[in-house]
């Protein structure tokens, strides 16, 4: 699922090697992740459940605003 968060970086430690490093919540949440440093490999499962609830909420957010305003 694609969501309105893919294109955003996020920084993050590797918690492997302590590399710093960045990358775009759609990278991530496509999986198979890995440290450019030390080869890590990383889970983003949990990543990818909590950008597609954020998406939703937004939506609905966003749906109710544009209800408000209709006469």
Same mark, same amino acid.
């Given at each position: 699922?694609? !969501?309105?968060?893919?294109?955003?970086?996020?920084?993050?430690? +590797? $918690?492997? /090697?302590? #590399?710093?490093?960045?990358? !775009?919540?759609?990278?991530?949440?496509?999986?198979?992740?890995? +440290? $450019?440093? /030390?080869? #890590?490999?990383?889970?983003?499962?949990?990543?990818?459940?909590?950008t597609e609830k954020a998406t939703r909420m937004a939506q609905d957010t966003m749906r109710?605003?544009?209800?408000?305003?209709?006469?």
């Amino acid at each position: 699922m694609s !969501t309105m968060f893919d294109n955003e970086k996020i920084e993050f430690e +590797c $918690p492997n /090697c302590q #590399a710093k490093l960045s990358e !775009t919540i759609g990278r991530l949440n496509r999986g198979g992740y890995s +440290c $450019p440093s /030390c080869g #890590a490999d990383f889970e983003t499962s949990g990543l990818r459940r909590e950008t597609e609830k954020a998406t939703r909420m937004a939506q609905d957010t966003m749906r109710k605003i544009g209800q408000s305003f209709k006469l």
